[in-house]
Nanobody
Framework: QVQLVESGGGLVQAGGSLRLSCAAS????????LGWFRQAPGKERDLAAA????????YYADSVKGRFTISRDNAKKEVYLQMNSLKPEDTAVYYC????????????????WGQGTQVTVSS
């Protein structure tokens, strides 16, 4: 079993920045591909960014490309989402997720999910 715990959400003004963190309990954290998903009120949960095992490959949704950066620290067993130039439409609950395969993360077929952290961007 893998437990994922997100932190770092909050209220920020448009144009501001936040850094989300997700701490994992997995013994073999480096074997998992990871992703950050988000779900706005009344909308489906969508992938914002993903990162492969080796940190060589990353994926970003078009809506966040150039503003968000995903990274991981395998020694600390953490994954991060640096969010810059935030917009009101970035308001959502952000979830950390893990899967054995990078392709599965990108398809939303994750084995493990965190509880989510709220990000609210005011205009």
């Amino acid at each position: 079993q893998v437990q994922l715990v997100e932190s770092g959400g909050g209220l920020v003004q448009a144009g501001g920045s936040l850094r989300l963190s997700c701490a994992a309990s997995a013994r073999t954290f480096s074997n998992y591909a990871l992703g950050w998903f988000r779900q706005a009120p009344g909308k489906e949960r969508d992938l914002a960014a993903a990162i492969s095992y080796s940190d060589c490959s990353t994926y970003y949704a078009d809506s966040v490309k150039g503003r968000f950066t995903i990274s991981r620290d395998n020694a600390k067993k953490e994954v991060y989402l640096q969010m810059n130039s935030l917009k009101p439409e970035d308001t959502a609950v952000y979830y950390c997720a893990a899967a054995n395969f990078y392709s599965d993360v990108k398809k939303g077929r994750n084995d493990y999910w965190g509880q989510g952290t709220q990000v609210t961007v005011s205009s």
